[in-house]
């Protein structure tokens, strides 16, 4: 495996692809690694990993470089997206986050159920696949990382191919403090990702494609095993005719063409109200004009992901759109393109039904906010969406009904960075969700644990069932428990085995 620097075309360092045999014996590695793991108490986990933390920041500087060589993206955009956010999302997991994983004590009625005691325990699936995309290699594996090691699993991690090295990168830090088996990472393509996924693990975490995503839930549900997929969006910003216009360019751009445009939740897609667009379109456009490829908009980072944006862009201008500005390379090296405006009159478009994946923001212009909210909604994907108004509420009271995941006002994508707050969606989307305590939801399993004081002989449901078990039922049905008290003690009732 060999990749290229998408902004200089240079060819990166061979990295070794794992054979389907050194995938297996990554797993039985990790589930070697992970008993002892799990058993060792919350605090020692912690404890760990906040040795980890501190490895991640004080090797961040080279983490940056790796991400350059990689993915070609602006120094700053890596620090602020890569390193800062995971800084917190390691504080959050290791303070408040491992409070979710305490037992928890279950009232149960004592009438019901006399001298009985329970508890729900959060245990550990085990051994855990995470296959992880190329657009965020550092962020998202440690949205699964650090609240799996956590919880007490053990990980088996396939990065992409086009990031190989941002992965062996995360996985040495990991492994340098923890020791060898906990966290495993193999290399490769679709071929080691399939072996993962058809390997004996506990659970997969999957980020991708909703092609790939579709194969692999089919994979898993073969062999019963739990997944969690998140497979992107085409995610829509509503512009209602109140809103401060200078803020929603300004944030609605960055939302468009952070990071090249190569994230799920990006800007793709606009509605602007009639009465406001040619104002905010000029705003629009100049923030995009002034936006410099390789200072503020990085590389696509694959040769496909360019000639998406290209085919999408020459289906909308041979169907009428008006590019705005940008629509093509710039000049010198590199898979670059210019951040692009287009404005359209219909959604049938690539553009507005599929996943661009780059730094271009189709504009459609619409008379009524009702009719942006409809439009918006009119998507197979439903990860995120963004109202801009100068009445928040109104915003929030207009994108109750859409089918998202995540619901900004006057701002877009950023909660993602936020770990305290669930990152998912509905639709292909994938229903997946990792940060907050919710993503506990699949990376652990609940346990039931009932202790059980009572002396006495038999409880009320045991045999035989007789006539004053259906007259106790009811009573208990009817919420007549003075009645069902007089009943206990009525001498010869129930006989000694019902006390």
């Not at 990790?30 to 980890?52: D, F, H, M, T």
């Not at 194969?215 to 019963?224: N, Q």
């Not at 009525?490 to 006989?495: M, Q, S």
Request: charged share 25%; hydrophobic share 45%.
């Amino acid at each position: 495996m060999r990749t290229v620097n998408p902004a200089t075309g240079e060819p990166g360092p061979e990295l070794a692809a794992s054979t389907p045999q050194q995938v297996s014996e990554a797993i039985a590695r990790a589930r070697s690694a992970q008993g002892a793991w799990a058993a060792r108490p919350i605090a020692e986990r912690i404890a760990l990993l906040k040795k980890v933390r501190q490895a991640f920041l004080e090797q961040a500087e080279a983490l940056v470089e790796v991400l350059g060589e990689e993915t070609g993206r602006p120094a700053g955009e890596s620090w602020l997206s890569e390193v800062v956010p995971n800084g917190d999302l390691f504080d959050w997991w290791l303070s408040a986050g491992a409070r979710h994983l305490r037992r928890e004590r279950v009232s149960l009625n004592p009438i019901n159920f006399p001298k009985k005691v329970a508890f729900i325990e959060h245990l550990p699936r085990g051994v855990v696949t995470l296959i992880t995309p190329w657009n965020l290699p550092v962020a998202i594996p440690l949205r699964t990382l650090v609240p799996a090691l956590l919880a007490g699993n053990a990980v088996v991690f396939k990065p992409s191919e086009h990031a190989p090295r941002c992965g062996a990168f995360l996985a040495r830090l990991f492994t340098e403090v923890l020791g060898e088996g906990l966290v495993e990472c193999v290399q490769g393509e679709g071929d080691t990702g399939a072996a993962l996924v058809e390997g004996e693990v506990d659970l997969v975490v999957f980020t991708g494609s909703v092609k790939t995503g579709k194969v692999v839930s089919a994979a898993c549900a073969t062999r019963l095993v739990p997944c969690s997929l998140e497979l992107g969006g085409n995610d829509a910003a509503i512009v209602l005719a109140d809103a401060q216009l200078e803020r929603a360019a300004e944030g609605i751009a960055w939302g468009a063409c952070f990071n090249a445009g190569q994230n799920c939740a990006a800007v793709e897609r606009v509605y602007v109200e009639r009465a406001i667009a040619e104002d905010f379109l000029a705003k629009l456009q100049a923030v995009f004009e002034r936006l410099r490829p390789r200072d503020d908009v990085g590389p696509l980072t694959t040769d496909f992901q360019l000639e998406t944006v290209e085919r999408h862009l020459g289906e909308a201008r041979e169907k009428g759109a008006i590019v705005r500005c940008g629509g093509a390379r710039p000049e010198g090296p590199g898979r670059y393109h210019l951040p692009t405006l287009v404005v359209v009159e219909s959604d049938d478009l690539s553009l507005m039904r599929e996943e661009t994946f780059g730094p271009v923001l189709a504009v459609r212009i619409v008379d009524t906010a009702e009719e942006a909210v409809r439009l918006a909604d009119d998507s197979p994907y439903g990860l995120t969406a963004s109202i801009w108004t100068a009445d928040v509420y109104r915003g929030w009271a207009l994108g109750k009904d859409l089918q998202v995941g995540v619901l900004t006002v006057n701002n877009h994508s950023f909660t993602g960075g936020v770990p305290s707050l669930p990152w998912s969606g509905p639709k292909e989307t994938g229903g997946g969700i990792t940060n907050s305590h919710l993503a506990l939801e699949k990376l652990t399993r609940p346990r039931t644990v009932l202790l059980d004081r009572s002396k006495a002989a038999r409880e009320l449901w045991w045999y035989p069932y007789n006539d004053t078990l259906v007259e106790i039922a009811v009573a208990l049905r009817d919420g007549a428990l003075g009645k069902l008290g007089s009943m206990l003690k009525l001498p010869g009732l129930l006989g000694k085995r019902f006390r």
